[in-house]
């Protein structure tokens, strides 16, 4: 495994991030113990979570994780712990458990967390949205007294663009903060859009790009077409893809894939960590089999041949229909 810096801080992280979304919904806990002890084994030491997994049982995901924690001393010590805040609660919901961020909300929602995932502190903390309506005072005061408290360590942002980065990078550097380290977005092939303001954006600042759905939720993964029902067929509507015109060229990179010797997944990830921006690439595993491949991605080194040929049949503008909607709603979720 290789590991590189996250943005500015001096964390260390693995090239590779185990996502833990299908934990409870898709994957069982005895399952789900199973790929976290494979993950740490390979060298991959941050662990991505929310405290909104495992639909419908909220939190189901922490919970699971949690349960991996405690089942060794050594298992807290060997990871660098991420989970987030924003989501709204299912219903019956409470007011100020709408979606969104406020101090008091935080601050009830860090301590679920904790004790969902058994441990004192959380590694890095991350927004899972941007909240336009927070002030800057709210949202670093509230980080900062975590901090000081040693409840959490690092602060991250997810589901960002570059003026929000911008903008809440600039309150935390007039605080004397720290700031974000990291943003979690959704970056591949059939999504580049963040190579329009984000990701330069997170780089000027000091802010590594975590990024996820790089296999674009297993498009790229398999040379199949795609059955009606099936999770890939759902990712090609979201992305406005059409079949036919999609198909030839799924079948071109898979065409690709095999002249160069290596899977879909793997040269998938390898493109996303291959720039400079990524620090690490988030793979989300239903099974210990879907590990295979995505070692060899950290170690592949893509020609610029083959860089040129992907951008030929993965332009910017081939992947997700831009919804009516600002920055990053456009894109992401």
């Given at each position: ?74 298992n807290r010590d060997r990871i660098v712990l991420a989970t987030k ?57 509230t980080f900062s007294r975590l901090q000081d408290a040693g409840k ?103 065409a690709l894939c095999s002249d160069l010797g290596v899977s879909g ?69």
């Amino acid at each position: 495994m290789q590991y590189a810096k996250l943005g500015k801080s001096n964390l260390t992280v693995s090239r590779l991030t185990l996502g833990t979304m299908t934990f409870g919904p898709r994957t069982s806990e005895s399952e789900a113990h199973r790929i976290l002890d494979q993950a740490v084994d390979m060298g991959i030491n941050l662990i991505d979570t929310s405290n909104d997994y495992g639909n419908p049982i909220w939190g189901q995901t922490e919970t699971i994780v949690g349960n991996w924690i405690a089942k060794s001393a050594s298992n807290r010590d060997r990871i660098v712990l991420a989970t987030k805040v924003f989501q709204e609660k299912p219903e019956p919901r409470l007011p100020n458990e709408e979606a969104g961020l406020s101090a008091y909300k935080i601050r009830k929602q860090v301590e679920e967390s904790l004790t969902r995932l058994k441990t004192d502190h959380i590694d890095l903390y991350q927004v899972h949205h941007v909240d336009r309506r927070i002030t800057g005072e709210e949202l670093w005061g509230t980080f900062s007294r975590l901090q000081d408290a040693g409840k959490i360590t690092y602060v991250g942002s997810s589901n960002y663009n570059g003026w929000a980065l911008a903008k809440h990078q600039m309150q935390a550097q007039h605080r004397g903060a720290l700031g974000f380290v990291s943003e979690q977005s959704m970056y591949s092939l059939l999504c580049r859009y963040p190579e329009l303001d984000l990701i330069p954006g997170a780089q000027d600042l000091g802010i590594g790009l975590l990024a996820y759905m790089s296999l674009a939720g297993g498009l790229l993964a398999s040379g199949n077409r795609h059955a009606d029902g099936s999770r890939a067929k759902t990712v090609m509507e979201w992305y406005g893809l059409d079949e036919d015109d999609f198909g030839p060229r799924l079948d071109a990179y898979h065409a690709l894939c095999s002249d160069l010797g290596v899977s879909g997944n793997t040269l998938a990830t390898a493109w996303a960590l291959s720039n400079p921006a990524v620090a690490s690439a988030i793979v989300g595993i239903r099974v210990p089999e879907q590990f295979s491949g995505l070692p060899e991605a950290v170690e592949m080194k893509l020609s610029s041949e083959t860089l040129s040929r992907l951008d030929q049949l993965f332009p910017i503008s081939s992947g997700k229909t831009l919804k009516n909607a600002p920055s990053p709603e456009a894109y992401a979720w």
